[in-house]
């Protein structure tokens, strides 16, 4: 058969392959032109995409490179450059919750709060005025722009970020629909407040790749009808798009319980800053301010250093981002820091306003006083332009030959004059207001009082409105330079008030106490004060409102002796796993030991003196070198009532031998286990020290939602029968016993090599290299104030490292006759 026999046979037994063959070419001739327009468009598309995220990320750039304290330098008028002067803020991680194994404990410290804004999907971030929210959402959001390795270190690569701030949503939700989607507010938002740098189109592209961060700054400043259901929307947006992240930022306020509970335990509250962060922040603020490090540079940051570590004043405002910028700026000027928080910001802002303006400043600061009271009294932060030039006309009035047109130019000639030089307000997406609401919430307390026709009653109307709180506390301030016997009788009148709901009034007036300076506060009005803080421990069972009034009274001077011991009789216990007891009648100190009675034992030398010491705990001296526990520097633990925190167990050995070597009658030491569980369940073998059945509001533990330590003695609830406090929640507390013998012992040993390896950080290396060598464990007991419920039952027990210092252990002594 010839070949082409052979290929007409072949076509002929194939037909239907190459029928098929045909079609499929025919198909792919329609097909391919249109994959290759299809292909085009996405190259487009995604060229479009790719410039319009690199217009939006020198947008991001350009508006986050700088802090808001822009312009408050007084006649150097320069911005504070963000990355220069920086320094992070922290909370605690609220997914790590109390562990059977202790070492979970020592990751408890508080967390960079950038990284858990990476660690997390959700996010509520919650902090007082000043506390430094927006800044961080600022600096988060600067810094995925321009830096590839900070988002992959935070777990954020390949994240843009969505920085809104939610005041301006309030004239959204005003005149758009109420119940508007997501997705009609960022188009809004974008339309109208970020210029339109980013198309929605392309943010919707990022959303549904999971590649976009909301940073939604500031719920409070958001009116209460709008937050719901902007919450609600933008929980439904990420929940759709599950790869997203979302953060929530605002004052306790405006952090609804809604929130709380759709966020679950994502919920966040920012610390005060702390020795080291504020020591920081000065540094960079001395070094950026004058572009150099030298020494004289040097010595200046560490004098400020020094003189606010001396000045009681400065106590509450060094740990508020915004009033520390304040007291640099002051201290920068005048070389000096002003008494209290009021006399703070009258100099500031009167000090400022006069290099700016000369002899008119008076003027200007009336216009401000105006300004500040008409926002407040409105329950607004910003304002229109229309509105702010109103204000100057009681200020600068219209005179009789003037005409209209004369008079409405003169004004806003007045108000382009005053409102790029004063400092203190500043213009944001079409609107006006107060660099801080500090600073609006100060004038408006000096409008009312220089504007009172009764000083002692000016701000009675405004008692029981939180939005009036601080000003009220500032008023009384303000009053206190000149009138001490003013400002004292408004307290009084406050504190003498019965009306049933009048706790949190008492703690308002015992807050403003504190605020007038102590040499001004009248000693009649410091007792009342005192008396009227414990019987908030009576009253009360809001152990939020409990632990303030605790500190305030801390503050003031507590006149409680937290020296006192209870005497526990000699009896036969059964302790449970701990098996049957005879105790010896001993006596136990009645209060956790106190920051203010450790600092007896510093200023007797206790770190230097080694006489006071066990043998071990001289090696771990000798070798740290420590002289003070590790958080005695920073105010949210230093309080004088609190108990002492961040203290190993061989500190709280040396305490009890100091107390033995300079107390010829009693014999001090840690109790031991049988001891403490005796005190703690009692013969009746109580479940919680109080009785059998647990109640929230009896301790200082997770879910009481405190956050910190609080005062000694607080939850007279919470007691056992003869008055032993806080042996549930608080702190844990050191035992002389070792958890796996239940023995007594006399000390722990020391080792260099786990020392080096926790001072590393290293903790599981440190707990690992401890085991292996076979060490005993120092117990403890009672739970701590981020305990969960059941760690603060009687019977329950843990275990530290002895040259551990958490900010969750503290402890008590006992003692017996010689």
């Not at 750039?61 to 320069?78: I, M, T």
């Not at 007036?509 to 300076?517: E, G, S």
Request: net charge neutral; aromatic share 12%.
């Amino acid at each position: 058969m010839d070949s082409i026999s052979i290929v007409k046979e072949l076509l002929v037994k194939n037909k239907d392959l190459l029928e098929a063959l045909a079609y499929i070419v025919g198909i792919l001739a329609v097909l391919i032109p249109t994959i290759i327009a299809i292909l085009k468009f996405i190259r487009k598309k995604s060229a479009l995409n790719f410039k319009s995220i690199k217009t939006y990320k020198e947008c991001i750039k350009k508006e986050n490179s700088h802090l808001d304290a822009e312009k408050l330098f007084g006649e150097q008028a320069f911005p504070l450059s963000l990355p220069e002067i920086f320094i992070p803020l922290y909370a605690n991680d609220p997914e790590i919750k109390q562990k059977h194994e202790r070492e979970m404990a020592e990751k408890q410290k508080p967390v960079d709060i950038e990284e858990l804004i990476g660690k997390y999907d959700r996010l509520v971030i919650e902090g007082h005025a000043g506390s430094g929210k927006t800044t961080v959402l600022k600096h988060v959001a600067y810094s995925l722009v321009i830096d590839d390795n900070y988002a992959k270190s935070r777990n954020m690569k390949d994240f843009i970020p969505v920085l809104i701030y939610l005041k301006y949503l309030n004239e959204y939700f005003e005149k758009g629909d109420p119940c508007a989607k997501s997705g009609d507010i960022l188009k809004w938002y974008l339309i109208n407040k970020v210029e339109n740098c980013l198309e929605y189109e392309v943010l919707e592209d990022l959303i549904k790749a999971g590649r976009v961060l909301f940073l939604l700054d500031g719920l409070d400043e958001l009116k209460h009808a709008h937050r719901d259901p902007l919450i609600n929307t933008f929980i439904h947006l990420q929940t759709n798009n599950s790869k997203n992240k979302l953060v929530f930022s605002g004052r306790p306020h405006g952090i609804t319980g809604n929130l709380i509970n759709k966020f679950e335990n994502r919920h966040i509250k920012v610390n005060d800053l702390n020795d080291d962060q504020i020591n920081e922040f000065i540094r960079k603020w001395f070094k950026y301010l004058y572009k150099e490090e030298t020494a004289s540079v040097k010595k200046s940051a560490e004098s400020l250093i020094s003189d606010i570590k001396s000045n009681e004043a400065t106590g509450q405002l060094k740990s508020n981002p915004l009033m520390l910028t304040a007291i640099c700026i002051l201290y920068h000027d005048d070389k000096e820091l002003p008494a209290q928080r009021a006399e703070l910001y009258k100099k500031f802002i009167d000090n400022m306003l006069y290099r700016r303006f000369g002899n008119n400043f008076k003027k200007v600061l009336e216009y401000l006083e105006i300004l500040a009271f008409g926002m407040h009294e409105k329950g607004i932060r910003t304002i229109g332009r229309e509105y702010a030039i109103e204000m100057l006309i009681p200020v600068f009035p219209k005179e009789k030959p003037e005409k209209d047109k004369d008079f409405k130019d003169k004004i806003k000639e007045k108000f382009e004059d005053i409102e790029p030089k004063c400092g203190l307000i500043k213009f944001e997406n079409g609107e006006y207001s107060f660099w801080h609401l500090s600073f609006q919430e100060y004038l408006c307390a000096a409008y009312i009082a220089d504007n009172s026709n009764d000083l002692v009653h000016g701000v009675a109307k405004y008692w029981g409105n939180r939005w009036y709180k601080e000003v009220i506390e500032l008023y009384i301030g303000y009053l206190s330079m000149n009138s001490k016997t003013t400002a004292n009788d408004i307290v009084r009148n406050a504190l003498n008030e019965d009306s049933g709901k009048e706790c949190n009034k008492w703690l308002v007036a015992a807050n403003a106490l504190y605020d007038i300076h102590k040499d001004r506060r009248l000693s009649d009005v410091e007792k009342l004060t005192r008396e009227k803080l414990q019987q908030v421990f009576e009253k009360e069972s809001n152990p939020q409102i409990l632990a303030e009034a605790g500190e305030v009274l801390g503050w003031l001077g507590d006149l409680r002796d937290l020296k006192e011991f209870v005497t526990i009789p000699g009896a036969d216990y059964d302790l449970g796993e701990l098996g049957n007891a005879k105790i010896i009648s001993f006596e136990i100190s009645k209060y956790l030991v106190s920051n203010k009675w450790f600092g007896e034992f510093i200023e007797a030398g206790g770190y230097k003196k080694e006489e006071f010491w066990s043998i071990e705990g001289k090696k771990w001296l000798k070798y740290t070198k420590y002289e003070f526990p590790r958080f005695w520097h920073d105010r949210v633990w230093k309080c004088p009532n609190k108990p002492v925190v961040g203290v190993c167990w061989w500190e709280a050995d040396a305490f009890c031998r100091w107390l033995s070597i300079n107390d010829k009658k009693y014999k001090y030491r840690l109790p031991t286990e049988q001891e403490w569980q005796a005190v703690a369940t009692g013969k009746e073998k109580r479940e919680y020290p109080w009785g059998n059945d647990w109640v929230d509001n009896f301790c200082n533990y997770e879910g009481a939602k405190i956050g910190k330590t609080s005062a000694a003695g607080v939850f007279l609830k919470g007691a056992t029968p003869e008055k032993v406090f806080d042996m549930a929640g608080n702190v844990w507390e050191w035992i002389g016993s070792d958890y796996n013998t239940k023995d007594s012992k006399k000390d722990f040993p020391f080792d260099e090599e786990v020392q080096e390896l926790y001072k590393k950080e290293k903790y599981q290396e440190a707990w690992d290299t401890y085991r292996n060598k076979g060490y005993p464990l120092p117990s403890l007991r009672g739970g701590s104030w981020i305990s969960v419920s059941d760690y603060c039952r009687c019977a329950n027990r843990d275990y530290y490292r002895p040259d551990s210092r958490g900010s969750d252990v503290g402890f008590r002594c006992a003692r017996i006759k010689f």
